[in-house]
């Protein structure tokens, strides 16, 4: 079993930054593609950034492209998400997850508020 631990939300201004973090543990975390969704208030789970295992490839939710970064530092077993230019409408619940053995992983996510 894959265990997801997110962290690094909190309350920033609008045009602020943050950097998520999740931390893996319990699988081949070089091996696991890495994705991060949210869910904003009312409003279904998006699709925010995945990663490749080596970290060469990525792709991004169109709301987020050029203001997220993801990143992973496979010797630590670590998810990043690099936020910048946050706005309101990046306010959400953070999740951190991957697929491994036919099972889909989910951390209990981190909240991320902008707000002036």
């Known amino acids: 079993q894959v265990q997801l631990v997110e962290s690094g939300g909190g309350l920033v201004q609008p045009g602020g930054s943050l950097r998520l973090s999740c931390a893996a543990s319990?699988?081949?975390?070089?091996?696991?593609?890495m994705r991060w969704y949210r869910r904003a208030p009312g409003k279904d789970r998006e699709f925010v950034a995945d990663i490749s295992t080596g970290g060469i490839l990525t792709d991004y939710g169109d709301s987020v492209k050029g203001r997220f970064a993801i990143s992973r530092d496979n010797d630590k077993n670590m998810l990043y998400l690099q936020m910048n230019d946050l706005r309101p409408e990046d306010t959400g619940l953070y999740y951190c997850s991957t697929r491994e053995g036919g099972y889909e992983y989910w951390g209990q996510g981190t909240q991320v508020t902008v707000s002036s």
């Open positions: 319990g699988g081949t975390f070089s091996s696991l593609t």
